[in-house]
């Protein structure tokens, strides 16, 4: 337990406390360790714990093997780096992986729009286990899967729809308010609403007699059937054929 006191008002103390070697900084000031090289190793002497290099790199071990450094653009990790609280990056920050940064993930504060990118003409896959949910593949196709399986994909000339056979329908298309007239799909060539254009209409209700599907033309006034002429009716006990509006031809049971 005996000291060495260094300094007027005992500022550095170097002392044994029967379980620990301690120095100590109890004065004013910085307690500096000046060297042209600082290694810390173990009582051995042939373990490296840290070691710092003035004007170079300050080495991080563990038991022996070099696991972090410094460099002259920032930070070097071997190995896993683990968060128990948040990756927080300012604006301007990218994350950027791969040897020649193949991946990118930034935030771009001009329009506040979120990226991610595949460089190198690598595609980009959304994966969750071992099941790919969606590819993105530079210069070609997007797709989308079902349990592994690929679902819908664009194509140089549109998309493509794939099914299996035998099971549910390939393309389902719904609205889901009950015993009202919805539309379901629409075929324009512009989204503006003044143009005139086709649409087809459903009714979904629980009462089966109260179906129907509707094929129809849109005179462009604005609003949701306002102006609409229904071209072709198919209801749950028959099927109708019109001409601007008017029914010309009907069938019936007989």
Do not use: W
């Amino acid at each position: 337990n005996e000291k060495i006191n260094l300094g007027s008002s005992d500022d550095l103390q170097l002392f044994h406390d029967q379980l620990n070697s301690v120095i100590k900084d109890a004065g004013t000031g910085m307690l500096k360790i000046l060297g042209s090289t600082i290694s810390i190793k173990n009582a051995n002497d042939n373990k490296n714990s840290a070691i710092f290099s003035p004007n170079s790199a300050v080495q991080l071990f563990y038991d022996h093997d070099l696991k972090a450094k410094t460099t002259d653009t920032g930070f070097e990790i071997t190995g896993d780096l683990t968060f128990t609280g948040n990756l927080d990056l300012p604006d301007g920050s990218d994350i950027l992986l791969g040897d020649n940064d193949e991946f990118r993930m930034y935030h771009d504060t001009a329009n506040s729009f979120n990226y991610i990118q595949s460089h190198n003409n690598a595609p980009l896959i959304f994966q969750s286990s071992n099941h790919t949910l969606a590819q993105f593949n530079p210069s070609g196709s997007a797709s989308l899967r079902h349990n592994n399986n690929t679902r819908f994909e664009t194509t140089l000339t549109g998309c493509l729809i794939k099914g299996v056979t035998g099971s549910d329908p390939t393309l389902e298309l719904r609205h889901s308010n009950i015993g009202v007239e919805g539309e379901v799909f629409r075929f324009a060539r512009t989204d503006s609403a003044n143009v005139r254009y086709h649409s087809l209409t459903a009714s979904n209700s629980t009462n089966t007699a109260d179906n129907f599907i509707k094929f129809n033309i849109h005179d462009g006034a604005g609003a949701p059937y306002t102006g609409q002429v229904t071209q072709l009716l198919i209801d749950d006990d028959k099927v109708s054929l019109s001409y601007d509006g008017t029914e010309k031809a009907v069938t019936s049971a007989t």
